[in-house]
């Protein structure tokens, strides 16, 4: 039978997958790279939300099922399907009467969502899609009455809206036993926000365990370089990056509902290539030559040539002292010298702690981004999945406060100064304290963390968030420091002037911060961050 939801006519896929689940998560970001290679890389996200894909086998034993699959792929392989997502799929052993509107259930870690659906699921021929209202931790509360009754073990999973996005490719066995291929690209998938990591340095989320499978990391050193021959007589290789590009593999593995939920939202929160990460080597680096003092701020490795090939560089600055209780220690290296058999190397501040060699592992942490936009996650079951991140070293994000270099408005021009300092006076950490701007246009304003306006829809009357300086123009500044404005709502199609800042003055400085998923709608003049910039008063 086919369900309309949102004005969409879709079919349901109820086929279970017969073996691993391959989820795709694609975004979208253009690298800029001037001539000094990583040194000033500007990414840009370009995508608010990731496209998801799903692609999996399903393995049919009688004549009448892919006799059945084959109608229905002939009629619908070109529209919509209703898709179930098996990865996320919740046993329930209640039983659900017909004209129920409450499903209990264990909505915690997984995609349910208000205003979306969800499937009732007990076989391929026995299911029903329901229209969720609002999700709660225990239960989900659904627009229309259940029109069926379940008993006994079901499951109970998000039913996303997809297309099929490839060839459906079919391999028949025997008479009766055939193998189905299909790939599946969901419409209406979302950003997810909320992500906060466990350990993080300079701000910055770090992936504090060892790969998955030490043995099997891939490692590759590249001199971004290119070939100039006319093929005539010498060659040369010339490469116009600053520093090679390293990449590395890094395996994730989970094995709970919880672990694999936090991976999605961190996958989220780098947003593919643009966002970075601190990664230890987990390998021992540098090797201890004698003791280090609780207060010293260097410490004497045996001489392995970093003074005379390494150096302090921006791409290899940072290193991990690790504990084998699982105790880690992060410090900026600042100075590397030689003595004798043995190298010196500063580091920013002591480790409070007396370490004797042996005590741990001195590994290189490595500040690094994803390497591509595509993510490909295998699930071998519910809340099991494994993942193989390839990571490449860039130099080290934006500090969260100093100069910085930044895009200003002039005299209805766009420049970039790299001498402008923010003055922070004021933080922000939440939509609240964002509105609250409109309270005094002339202060210095910063960010100290992601934030979340979801809110925003239901403000004013469902008008959402009051722009900035839609009385008097805005005259201060506001300093992201590299976070996020999220899910930012303005609907306001008779006003003008709309944007985050409504007016601002053409000396303002707004810098490093980056609007996410918002929905902003006005009449003239409407802009995602400014809706209309002016002059100074005479």
Same mark, same amino acid.
């Given at each position: @039978? ?12 109820? %086929? ?60 619908? @392989? ?22 129920? @509107?409450? $499903?209990? !259930? ?9 205003? /979306? ?18 999700? /709660? ?24 809206? =997809? ?92 094995? /709970? ?37 609780? +207060? ?23 290193? +991990?002292? $690790? ?26 501040? +002591? ?9 741990? !592992? ?12 595509? !993510? ?17 070293? !860039? ?35 939440? &939509? ?38 839609? &009385? ?5 500044? %506001? ?16 006003? =003008? ?9 053409? $000396? ?31």
């Amino acid at each position: @039978m086919s369900y309309t939801f949102d004005g969409i006519e879709f079919e349901v896929f109820s %086929l279970s997958p017969q073996s691993d689940i391959q989820e795709l998560l694609e975004f979208h970001t253009d690298i800029l790279t001037p001539k000094n290679g990583m040194v000033s890389e500007q990414r840009i996200s370009v995508r608010n939300v990731p496209r998801q894909h799903f692609s999996f086998p399903v393995i049919l034993t009688e004549v009448l099922d892919r006799s059945r699959i084959e109608a229905t792929v002939f009629g619908w @392989m070109k529209t919509f399907w209703g898709l179930p997502v098996w990865s996320e799929k919740v046993i329930h052993t209640d039983d659900i009467d017909v004209d129920d @509107m409450t $499903i209990d !259930v264990d909505t915690t870690n997984a995609d349910f969502r208000d205003d /979306s659906l969800a499937i009732i699921w007990q076989a391929p021929d026995q299911y029903e899609v329901v229209q969720i209202d609002t999700v /709660s931790e225990t239960s989900l509360s659904l627009l229309e009455a259940v029109q069926n009754n379940f008993t006994g073990k079901k499951l109970i999973m998000p039913c996303r809206i =997809s297309q099929i996005s490839n060839a459906v490719k079919r391999q028949v066995h025997s008479t009766e036993v055939s193998e189905w291929n299909f790939s599946f690209s969901v419409k209406d998938n979302i950003l997810l926000t909320g992500y906060t990591p466990s350990v993080t340095y300079k701000g910055y989320p770090v992936l504090k365990e060892a790969t998955w499978i030490d043995p099997t990391q891939e490692l590759s050193i590249d001199s971004d370089s290119f070939e100039v021959d006319y093929n005539l007589g010498d060659f040369r290789i010339y490469s116009d990056s600053l520093f090679n590009l390293n990449t590395q593999s890094y395996l994730c593995h989970h094995e /709970s509902k919880a672990a694999c939920w936090e991976f999605r939202e961190f996958l989220h929160s780098r947003f593919g290539m643009q966002g970075v990460v601190y990664v230890p080597s987990h390998k021992n680096d540098m090797t201890l030559a004698q003791t280090i003092g609780s +207060a010293e701020t260097s410490f004497n490795i045996v001489h392995i040539g970093l003074t005379d090939n390494v150096g302090v560089n921006e791409l290899l600055k940072d290193v +991990a002292f $690790i504990f084998p209780d699982g105790t880690q220690l992060y410090r900026e290296i600042t100075d590397i010298t030689e003595s004798g058999d043995e190298e010196i190397v500063t580091i920013d501040s +002591a480790l409070g702690v007396e370490v004797d060699p042996g005590d741990c !592992v001195i590994s290189f942490m490595n500040c690094c981004r994803l390497a591509s936009d595509a !993510v490909k996650i295998s699930w071998s079951m519910a809340h099991q999945n494994y993942s193989k991140l390839m990571l490449m070293s !860039v130099t080290e994000p934006l500090p969260m406060e100093g100069n910085y270099s930044t895009l200003q408005i002039t005299d209805g021009e766009f420049q970039f100064r790299d001498d402008l300092s923010l003055t922070h006076t004021i933080a922000i950490s939440n &939509v609240t304290e964002l509105q609250n701007m409109n309270n005094d246009l002339y202060a210095n304003y910063y960010l100290t963390q992601n934030i979340d306006a979801s809110e925003t829809s239901a403000w004013n009357d469902c008008a959402g968030f009051l722009p900035i300086g839609s &009385v008097d123009p805005f005259a201060g500044s %506001l300093d992201g420091c590299g976070y996020s404005i999220y899910n930012l709502y303005i609907n306001r199609p008779t006003t =003008s002037k709309i944007g985050l800042f409504a007016t601002v003055y053409n $000396i303002t400085n707004i810098a490093n911060v980056f609007l996410r998923n918002a929905v902003i709608n006005g009449d003239d003049n409407v802009g995602s961050l400014v809706g209309e910039v002016i002059g100074l008063p005479a």
